[in-house]
């Protein structure tokens, strides 16, 4: 049993993950400039789409045991947004920061050539 709320859970994680980083449109929701939806419209847009329920309770689960942890609420649970790896332009209020002398930056073995020819990064259009 434990099981299939894990699968259950992995699934509408996924399907939130595609909501609030990619298409909120999906279940016809609205993010504001910070990437923030309202957690009542979430749970209502996805309990009205096909193959998915969600409550309260499912979804701070979620939030809470997520790995990656993808998604934050706001302080009163009103609110919630994804962390990162948006398709769509928000402002996810990152605080600026210098990086350290010395930054360690893990890939295959099969990249460094092509890292050594043209370095590791390559400029990223502002959103």
């Not at 789409?49 to 649970?77: A, C, P, W």
């Not at 990152?94 to 092509?114: F, M, N, R």
Request: charged fraction near 30%; glycine fraction near 8%; aromatic fraction near 4%.
């Amino acid at each position: 049993m434990r099981s299939g709320r894990s699968d259950r859970n992995k699934n509408t994680s996924k399907f939130i993950s595609l909501i609030l980083r990619h298409k909120p449109e999906t279940i016809g929701i609205t993010l504001d400039e910070h990437g923030w939806a309202d957690v009542r419209e979430l749970i209502d847009g996805i309990n009205q789409s096909e193959g998915h329920t969600l409550d309260m309770e499912m979804l701070e689960e979620i939030v809470r045991t997520d790995e990656k942890q993808r998604y934050s609420f706001n302080e009163d649970h009103t609110l919630i947004r994804a962390n990162q790896g948006h398709s769509i332009p928000v402002d996810v209020e990152l605080e600026e920061k210098t990086p350290p002398d010395i930054l360690w930056h893990g890939t295959g073995e099969k990249y460094v050539a092509s890292i050594d020819a043209q370095g590791c990064c390559l400029p990223v259009a502002s959103v």
